[in-house]
């Protein structure tokens, strides 16, 4: 495989956090491997990346004892309750947290990986995600059930441009910022994919999750 993808993505987030004063270094690139083969991973992981992400829990948990042992798994998906105790030894962190529901589930599990909260912060009612009014009320309920909650996820609404996608970028790292006074821990921010992660990085994202970019279209297009 071709690993020319991977080699651009990383320029371009580099440029995106220097036109805003940022490190690089600052910003951590996610491989969402969601549908790839374990021979598409290799290829990525020898030429030196380690972080990569699953959506699916069955699939990682197919796919981890396949795979080198020093990758930094990541679950970026929406996750079922009854499928945490598959994931949870497997990741360093879950980015999807957003229930009430499944923070018992994940409370319930004695050295749970930290997770991040996602936000419903466009308030579409396809998809997953605390409210952003309710974010408060559920990270207090983590932090009591001992659940490390150590930042923000969204999916912004799919943008016709990459600008589309600013607003809620903005929105997302403006209110992890309003919370963080009284959640010190809530210093990340995933936010980003494919289509519009440079602007993701120029508004503050700490994690991007890029995949098509990286491997190409999948078979289905």
């Known amino acids: 495989m071709d690993t020319a993808g991977l080699t651009a993505v990383t320029a371009r987030i580099a440029e995106a956090a220097g036109r805003v004063g940022r490190s690089p270094d600052a910003v951590k690139l996610v491989v969402v491997s969601k549908g790839r083969s374990v021979a598409e991973i290799t290829a990525v992981y020898e030429a030196g990346h380690r972080v990569f992400g699953e959506n699916r829990a069955d699939e990682l948990a197919a796919k981890v004892p396949l795979l080198p042992a020093d990758i930094e798994w990541h679950f970026v998906g929406s996750l079922q309750r009854r ?108 936010m980003g994919m494919t289509d519009d992660f440079e602007v993701a990085v120029e508004e503050g994202a700490t994690l991007v999750r890029v995949g098509r970019a990286i491997f190409g279209p999948s078979v289905a297009g």
């Open 83 to 190: 499928k945490a105790a598959t994931v949870w030894p497997l990741i360093a962190l879950l980015h999807s947290l957003d229930r009430e529901k499944l923070i018992d589930a994940w409370a319930r599990e004695q050295g749970t990986p930290p997770a991040l909260l996602q936000v419903n912060i466009a308030a579409e009612p396809q998809k997953h995600g605390a409210a952003p009014n309710d974010a408060a009320r559920l990270l207090d309920m983590a932090r009591s059930s001992g659940v490390r909650v150590v930042g923000l996820m969204v999916i912004p609404p799919l943008p016709g441009a990459p600008e589309d996608s600013r607003r809620w970028f903005a929105d997302l790292e403006a209110l992890r910022a309003a919370l963080q006074p009284d959640f010190p821990g809530l210093v990340h921010t995933s």
